[in-house]
């Protein structure tokens, strides 16, 4: 906090992710959004001119000084010293998508193998449609932290394809009503998550009404029995009455 003129001013700072080591997709994935709500992202991506005007130069430096700052401090201390001697934002980010996503080379063997498990993606029997679209999710935003350009339509024809039997109807409703060239893959889990809380409620009570017609059939053989053995209890004695008389 500082004041001006009796006044308070809040000096704020955003949140910064921090790396440690470990799922670098998804922190890279962060600070870009980071390096994007500053006006920093094409600096640190591309590096920034030295243009002979002092002052233009200038405001270069203190942007490049501040994205510096956001990624030195978005790193674990045991992270630190890979970026200490690192003197442009861009040097600092190499350097970490370097060591930690790999060369060219190394990132188009992962992208070659996430494609194949994009292909092979299936919904599993007994799997619940959250699971398999967090599946789905976690495929596709790691291509896309690899550089993938995937499109959502491309990912909800593929989910479209994969999901289980029972979901056939929801899926030929879906493309029937929908414009598949402009539907998100935000709005196919929401249809598809609603549908799949429906057909839950109508198993329930499918398996209630059965536990139910079980019951009272089950209550009815043994009424039925009941009253068999009062028949022949009733004629049995009347039988040995009359032969005692005779």
């Not at 045991?78 to 861009?90: D, L, M, R, V």
């Not at 959502?152 to 024809?157: I, S």
């Amino acid at each position: 906090m500082a004041t001006t003129n009796g006044s308070m001013v809040s000096v704020s700072q955003p949140a910064i992710p921090i790396f440690k080591g470990e799922c670098y997709e998804f922190w890279s994935i962060k600070m870009k959004t980071l390096f994007k709500s500053q006006d920093l992202w094409d600096l640190v991506e591309n590096g920034y001119p030295y243009p002979d005007e002092e002052a233009r130069l200038k405001e270069n430096t203190k942007k490049d000084s501040k994205a510096l700052f956001f990624i030195q401090q978005a790193v674990h201390e045991s992270i630190f010293s890979k970026i200490a001697a690192a003197t442009t934002a861009k040097e600092a980010w190499t350097t970490l998508k370097t060591a930690f996503q790999g060369s060219s080379k190394v990132i188009t063997v992962k992208l070659q193998s996430l494609r194949r498990d994009f292909e092979t993606l299936h919904m599993k029997n007994g799997e619940s449609v959250q699971d398999f679209l967090s599946r789905v999710a976690a495929i596709v935003n790691q291509m896309r932290s690899y550089g993938e350009d995937i499109l959502d339509q491309t990912v909800v024809a593929k989910v479209l394809r994969s999901l289980t039997p029972k979901f056939d109807h929801v899926v030929a409703a879906i493309e029937e009503s929908k414009d598949l060239s402009t539907y998100s893959f935000d709005e196919l889990m929401g249809s598809l998550q609603s549908h799949e809380v429906r057909l839950s409620r109508t198993e329930e009570k499918n398996e209630e009404k059965a536990f139910y017609t079980k019951g009272e059939t089950s209550d009815q053989k043994n009424g039925d029995r009941e009253a068999t053995g009062r028949g022949r209890g009733r004629g049995g004695a009347h039988g040995r009455g009359g032969r005692g008389r005779g």
